[in-house]
């Protein structure tokens, strides 16, 4: 028994379809795998990697994601990213680099408070 499996966003990028021995998906609050059999659930998809095992034996397919949500209803699986492939690994870095600059900007702030 397969899961058929498809991963989508809104832009096309880091898309993939076919079957699968077995997911795991990224969630706000952990890690979700699904095995053939799962019980249909519906969840918010979080920051992180999602990754397929592929029944014909290739490599693992690692998918990067970010927002959204995944179905699994039946044996199929749909991850519906709000970005995915490089456009979620450039929000991760965006993300990155914006709270970067705002701690260097309240470091000075609170090392001054523990000077005076």
């Not at 699968?20 to 990224?26: G, I, L, N, T």
Request: aromatic content about 2%; glycine content about 12%.
């Amino acid at each position: 028994m397969a899961l058929s499996v498809e991963v989508v966003s809104r832009s096309g990028a880091g898309s993939w379809a076919g079957q699968a021995e077995r997911v795991s998906v990224p969630l706000l609050d952990g890690e979700m795998g699904v095995l053939p059999g799962r019980s249909p659930v519906l969840a918010l998809l979080g920051r992180g990697k999602v990754r397929i095992k592929p029944v014909d034996g290739a490599a693992e397919v690692t998918l990067v994601v970010n927002g959204g949500f995944c179905s699994v209803d039946h044996d199929a699986v749909t991850v519906a990213a709000d970005l995915s492939g490089e456009e979620a690994q450039a929000a991760e870095v965006i993300g990155a680099e914006e709270l970067l600059a705002e701690a260097q900007v309240l470091m000075p702030l609170s090392a001054q408070g523990l000077e005076d």
